[in-house]
């Protein structure tokens, strides 16, 4: 199957490790050209080059609207357009609610809604110019089903599918699609905070997802073939998530 994705221009935040970063290898495979963006800037620049040649990679702090604004800038300036975002941000720590700190709210909202507002201000504007874009956004299977001792991330990255909802009811018109994808257990350097409290006998797979498995979903959306899918929430998760 052709994806179409072949000289598009992709836009992957949180890229230096985990599903950015297969998400990023999985676009450049098909032909995308890619940029990446991560917190440090050693990692990120190591990252660019596993990844391939002509990979842009630059340090960004996502919660900061001015680096994202001048990030997607010089994308956009390196490659001429910005037609894939894929936005990604480090989850928040893990404890329940009594024990969450009215800060460790707003960091939440920084880390996992802001950065996500901060992409779209950014490309969708570029996008509905070209009339072609896609916005995706990775989130977790807790918007679907809430984790244990994940209260900020079943309610902020809740917050993020809302935002998906909406962005993909106004931009349709401009073929701009608008689509979350919700890992569930993934192996990943994340999920070390689990400390072995992972819930294999709850997944009907019996397995953790390998980051790869994740990032073919990503690419599939982002290419030409998933033409008519917008404002969906699609879990990557072995059968974890109970509900239809």
Known sequence: ???????????????????????????????????????????????????????????VDVTDENQVRVFVQKVREKFGRVDICVTNAGGPPSKPFADTSIEDWRSAVDLNLMSTVFFARHVLPIMKERQWGRLITITSVAVLQPVTNLVLSNAVRSAVRGLVKTLSNEYAPYNVLVNNV?????????????????????IPLGRLASPQEFADVVVFLASERASYITGSSIAVDGGLVKGA
Do not use: W
């Open 1 to 59: 199957m052709n994806l179409g994705l072949s000289e598009r221009v992709a836009i992957v935040a949180a890229a230096s490790a985990g599903l950015g970063k297969a998400v990023a290898q999985g676009l450049a495979a098909e032909g995308a050209r890619v940029a990446i963006c991560s917190r440090d800037e050693a990692r990120v620049q190591t990252a660019a080059r596993e990844i391939g040649d002509g990979t842009f990679a630059q340090a």
């Open 182 to 202: 919700c890992p569930g257990f993934t192996a990943t350097e994340r999920l070390k905070e689990f400390r072995g409290n992972i819930p294999l006998d709850q």
